[in-house]
Structures are given as structure tokens and as C-alpha cells.
């Protein structure tokens, strides 16, 4: 099942953890807040965007199933 | 014999305790610490955080063993029942009732942060600012428990435990006004009706004061001109 | 004057208010006629023959989202069980009029829209959403129900609010979080179409003119409807002319009609230099858009797209980089501070368009809004930030040399003068409930 990772926007204060713990796909503007790499994440680094999504301090991280984001239905994958 | 053990459970009873606030101190720190966003390259935000959650776990065991050998201990008489209930035990039925009520507190805290992926956000974060009061409480049962108090370093011990977090508090909201962010509108019938605060950034760049950035012509509030005849007001009124 | 283009279309929406004068029920059922809602038995019927003729009339959104009204109002009704019919009246956007317009002078023709959109939705009820600070239009509309109520009519329970008027307080999530209690700030919706709960109803969020053109198209049908458009565009539609132009006001116009003679009926006080279209969050174009039909596929390979029917034209007095520099400054302003690269990329971007405007040496200036266009566009909860991206991006675009001049520290003589927008004061404590 390929995911990808998504962000609530509202939700997110800019703590940067998830882009500390996966620099490999997240990035930071130059005001804290993330860059998420649109395609999909890849299997060696499924652990680690768990990871990423878990410690969010304000559970913004979320994952998004890939093909049916093509048909606009992301789910909220609880990890 | 048996008074021998007695006497190792009681002074484990009051060491675990001792530790136990230290630990307890520590991850308030770390907690105030993640809630500023503290961190950088030896030591990077996430892992910050986890310290936080790790030490306060290791704080609960040294914390059950506080409870467990003041139970089991024959010199003081304190039951399972009064571990959980306050103000039920028979020795310093206030004191360790104080005590008693910092546990309650701190439990809604340890069980809600295990459960907080499986739970709703904004519960998570009310129940983790219960914190805020465990503490100080704990630090009430330290000081008028007495054991150890009559010492003076203890005297000490306690009054560093304080300063410390209170230190970290002055820094938190003198360095960092709005550590927490303006507060997110989640849909919530008790949310607060007052303006919205603005973010502070991260990088501490303050976001640019309205009005304040010089502009090339004056920003006129020139109304537009009205359709004829329409009765739309272009300045804002109250609904009469 | 609320007018008509010349054309030999007679108005069709603003029909019977060239006098100015409000029309009430018994005016208004003169002008259209009557409207027959179907009773329990006919509805199941009425619902698929009034699809089919919103189908057969190509009426898009008329609130800037431009969606086929049809496919919106099937999807609907098959994504939700229980409804709520919510028609939106807010009017964010400070440089249009046109539902103002229509709710101050036809409010029946909204109200009329709204019943039979809620016919088809099995709405029991029906909110309209004026903006606070706009009484007239609260108390037509109220004095509307009240003359309906009187006459017996009462198929539905309909009521006027009035949430606080910022920019994104009109955007259709904002709303339906303000209807359901909470603040009127968008909401973050993790799949598309949104479901926008209201008191635990899925709500649907109609335009104004959207319902108005339901009401019409009820009467008289989707093909009678579609045929108020020319070259190829369908149906009429209220267009908001404001800037340079000596007589601003609402005018309704055929889809198609060259945008030359749509600026015509506003009096352009001098050959227009560009046009903003869409409102603030919309798209510069040059004067190449000119010759173009005034519709969506006219104008989409400019990147010109309608909106909600705004047109604010400028000539050669204004500079196109100072306007665009204070519309930034004043979005961000509107920003509803949820989201970090809104709240802080917009006043970022303002200030840089500002340091633009006012002609600037700094070889890095051109390069760091271009890198902030890219960093702050679709990283907000809602459009906000992607309409002031996209009217920065396109306002550069179409000055052009101007902003070459700028930034060799030259700013023209124009950036100088006076704004010829509206851009009311908020810079003060924000009100969001």
C-alpha cells in the first residue's frame, strides 16, 4: 500500500521533529514549519515516517493513501 | 531480623522518594524545554522530547518503589487502598494523602501520554497540563511529610528542585512569549471567543507587525465608489 | 447603475431593478412569475428534472469556484444523508458587489433559488450568511422572509445570520465551522469534496447569484438559461467593475462577451493598461485579455479566471507593482493565523513587494519572492495564501518592464499615486466569531 505523508496545517506549530527524524523527505521553510515531498515514501523508510507521524507533539503528521488521494480520499492513518 | 528489613524498606522508601522528585523535576524541565522548541545539533528537538517521555517512565519505577516499600513496610501504616485514595491512611493521614493526590494526577498523565496516539488531541493536551499541578504537589508531600526534611541538605535538595523549574518557567514565558502558538481554531464549542494570538516562529523571526512596515504610498481606506443608488455601505457597521 | 450589456439580451437576474427600487414579493412574482415547489409525492421528479435542466444551463459557482452546479449538487446528495442548504451571501471579497447587489434589489430571486436547491437536497432548512457589516442586505432579506412568511408561504424554515465579516470568513469551511458554533476561520479537510458539518448535517454552500440563477432556471429552463451566453459561453452572469472607470457599479452580462465591451458599460477613464480579475486573490492580466470573450475557457490560456466576477481595471497612472504590493499587505492582514507559512509568508511576501514598489537595488529581492511564491503556495489550510501568490505572480508578470525598472532602484512615476482600490481598514483586533 503505498502512503505518503501529509500535514494539517492548522494543527502544526512548527516543532520540526517529524524534518529532524526524517530529513530524507521532510524539509523546514525558513520559518519552521514543513515541506513534505509529494511521492510516495519509500519502503526502507516506512519505519522511520511512522516514527515521524507518532512523535508529532500535535499529531499534525498524517498519512495518506496513495491512490486514493488521486481520488481525493485521504485516510488518517492512527499508527 | 524483621526490623532489620524494616529499616532497609523504610530508607529505600525515602530514597526512591528523594530520587523520584529529581527525576520528576528533570522531565518537567524537559517538558518545558520540548514546549519551547529547545534544540539544535548535539541535541536535536525530537530527542528532547523523547527524553522527556523516557525519564518520566524512569522516574515511575523509582516512584513505584517509593509506594511499594512504604506499603509493604510494617514501621508505617499505609495500605494498598491509601496509595490510591486520598487522605485514607492511618500514618500522616494529610501528608501522604498529599502525596496520594499527586499520584491520581500524575496517573491521568501516564496512562493519557501511553494512550495519546489512540486518543483525541485536545484531551491529551488538558490532561497533560494537570502536570502542572502534580508537581508542586509532590514537592508539598516532600517538604511536610518531614522524614527528611529535619536535614538540611534536604533543605537544599528541595529548594534546587524548585528553582530549577521555577527558573525554567520565568524562561519560558519571558524568552519565548507564546511558546504554544496562537491557538489553533479546532472545531470546540468552549473555545475561547478573544482574538486569535499570532504564531511566533521557530527561527524567532516575530511575524511583521501590521501597519508597521513602511509602505510607498499611504494606505488609503478609499472607498470605492458605490454602484448608484445601491444601498451597500462600503465602511463596516453593526448590523442594527 | 445596475445595467445590462449592450446586447439584445434583456436582463435576466437584475431584471426590473433599473429603477433602483427594491423589488418585493408581489414585484418580484410580476417581473419572473410564479415559482411552484412541488408537493411531497411530486419531489422525487422535480429533483431529477431541475438537475437535468442545471445540467442542460452549464451554471457554474458563481462564488468563485466556478464548479458545475450540477455535478456539485449530485455529489452532494449522494455523499450525505442528512442536509443542510446554506447560501452564501458573505461576500469577502471588498471589491465585489454583486450579491450586495442582488440581496438589497432581488432578494426573492435568492430566496426562490434557495428553496428549490433545498427542494432537491431534502434541506428542511435553510440558512442565509450575510456578512455583519452589511445591514442593508441582512434587513432586505429579512423583510424578504417576513413578506414570504405573511403570504403563507412556508415550506421551509429559513433564517438570515450574520457572521463576522473578515476575507476568509466567507470561504465555505469558515462558514459551516461558524454555523456549527465555532469560529469562522477555515478548517483543515482532509479529503475533497469537503464534508462541512453543521449540527451534525453534511452542509452544501451555495453562492447567492449561484441560487438566483437556480430560480431563474427553474422558471424558464436550462437552455433558455444557457442561451444568455454568447460565443460559445453559457448563461449571463453579475460582473463587479470597479478601479479606473468612471461609472463602477454591478453589471449583468452574457458569458462571452468581449471583455472590451464588458468594461465599456463601466466607462474606463483611460485605455486600461491591466486588469485584475477575480477579486484579490485573482489574476492579473494584460491588454491582450482585451479581445478576449469575457468566459472561463476565454480566458483561461492567460491565466485569467473569473472568480467572483470582479474586474478592477487600471491604466498607465497606476503601477501595478505598489497596487499588488498593498493588496499583499492587506491579505495578509485577513490571514486567519492557522498556519505558519501563511501568517508569516504573507507579510514576508507583502514586504518584499512593498520594498519593490517603493525601487530597490538589492540583487537577491526578484529571487527571494520567487522563491517564497513557491514555498508558500498550497501549504495553507485553505486558498488564502494561493490567491495572494497567484495575484503577486501574475501582477509581476504583467508589469513587466516596470518591474525591471524597479528593481534597478527606478521606481515609475505612477507608484506615487494614490491607490484606486478598496482596502478597508484591518489592522485592528480581529473579530472571529
Known sequence: MEMRLRVDPVACD??????????????????????????????????????????????????????????HKPIRKRV | MIALTSHYLWFTTRAAGIVTLGLFTIV????????????????????????????????????ALHIVTSVIDSYVNISVFSVFVPFTSTYKTLWVGVGTVSLDLLLAVIITSLLRTRMSHELWRVVHWISYLAWPIAIIHTIFIGTDIRFGWMDLYVAAN????????????????????????????????????????????????????????????QSATKPNGSPVASTKKKPS | MTDVAASSMAPRLLAGTATGQRLDFSQHVA????????????????????????????????????????????????????????????????????DSVLA??????????????????????????????????????????????????????IKVVAPPSRYVASEESALSHWLDGGMSLPTFRESKPARLPVRGRGAIVD????????????????????????????????????????????????????????????KPIAAPTALLLGGYGGTFVGPEALDRPYSRDGLVDIGGNLGAGVIIVFNSSNCIVAEAARIARWMANESAGQCGPCVFGLPAMAAELGKLAAGSKDPALERSLTNHFEVINGRGACAHPDGVVRMARTALAVAGDDVASHLQGRPCAASRNDTILNLPYNEGEIEWK
Open chain 2, 162 to 221: 524548585v528553582g530549577v523549574v521555577l527558573l525554567a518557567l520565568i524562561w519560558r514565558f519571558k524568552a519565548h512569549p507564546h511558546p504554544d502558538g496562537a491557538l489553533t481554531a479546532v472545531p470546540s464549542r468552549t473555545a475561547p471567543t478573544k482574538a486569535l494570538r499570532r504564531k511566533t516562529s521557530t527561527t524567532g523571526m516575530a511575524p511583521t507587525v501590521p501597519g508597521a512596515q513602511a509602505q510607498p504610498a499611504q494606505q488609503a481606506t
Open chain 3, 207 to 266: 453562492n447567492a447569484e449561484t441560487s438566483a440563477a437556480v430560480a431563474l432556471i427553474a422558471r424558464h429552463g436550462g437552455t433558455w438559461f444557457a442561451s444568455g451566453g454568447i460565443n460559445g459561453a453559457a448563461g449571463t452572469t453579475l460582473i463587479t467593475i470597479a478601479g479606473a472607470v468612471a461609472d463602477p457599479g454591478v453589471f449583468e452580462v452574457p458569458l462571452g462577451t468581449p471583455v472590451r465591451d464588458v468594461l465599456a458599460l463601466a
Open chain 2, 28 to 63: 518537567m524541565v524537559l517538558g518545558i524545554m520540548t514546549a519551547t522548541r529547545v534544540g539544535g545539533k548535539p541535541m536535536p528537538r525530537f530527542a528532547v522530547a523523547e527524553l522527556h517521555r523516557r525519564i518520566s517512565l524512569l522516574a515511575c519505577v523509582f516512584l
Open chain 3, 31 to 98: 417581473v419572473h412569475g410564479p415559482l411552484a415547489l412541488p408537493n411531497r409525492k411530486g419531489t422525487p421528479q422535480f429533483r431529477e428534472q431541475i438537475l437535468n435542466e442545471i445540467d442542460a444551463s452549464g451554471l457554474t459557482g458563481r462564488g468563485g469556484g466556478g464548479f458545475p452546479t450540477g455535478t456539485k449538487l449530485r455529489a452532494y446528495i449522494q455523499g450525505h444523508r442528512r442536509h443542510a442548504m446554506v447560501i452564501n451571501v458573505m461576500e469577502g471579497e471588498p471589491a465585489a458587489q454583486k
Open chain 1, 14 to 71: 512548527g516543532f520540526g521533529h517529524c524534518a529532524e527524524l526524517a530529513p530524507e523527505f521532510i524539509a523546514l521553510d525558513e520559518w519552521g514549519y514543513p515541506i513534505l515531498s509529494p511521492a510516495p515514501i519509500p519502503k526502507q523508510y516506512q519505519k522511520i515516517a511512522e516514527m515521524a507521524v507518532n512523535q508529532c507533539p500535535r499529531r499534525a503528521l498524517l498519512f495518506e493513501r496513495l491512490e486514493t488521494a488521486i481520488r
Open chain 3, 104 to 157: 438589497c434589489y432581488a432578494p426573492h430571486l435568492i430566496l426562490d433559488g434557495a428553496e428549490i436547491l433545498a427542494t432537491i437536497v431534502h434541506a428542511p432548512s435553510i440558512t442565509v450568511a450575510v456578512a455583519r457589516d452589511n445591514p442593508a442586505a441582512f434587513e432586505s432579506l429579512s423583510a424578504a422572509i417576513a413578506e414570504r412568511q405573511a403570504r403563507g408561504k412556508r415550506p421551509f424554515d
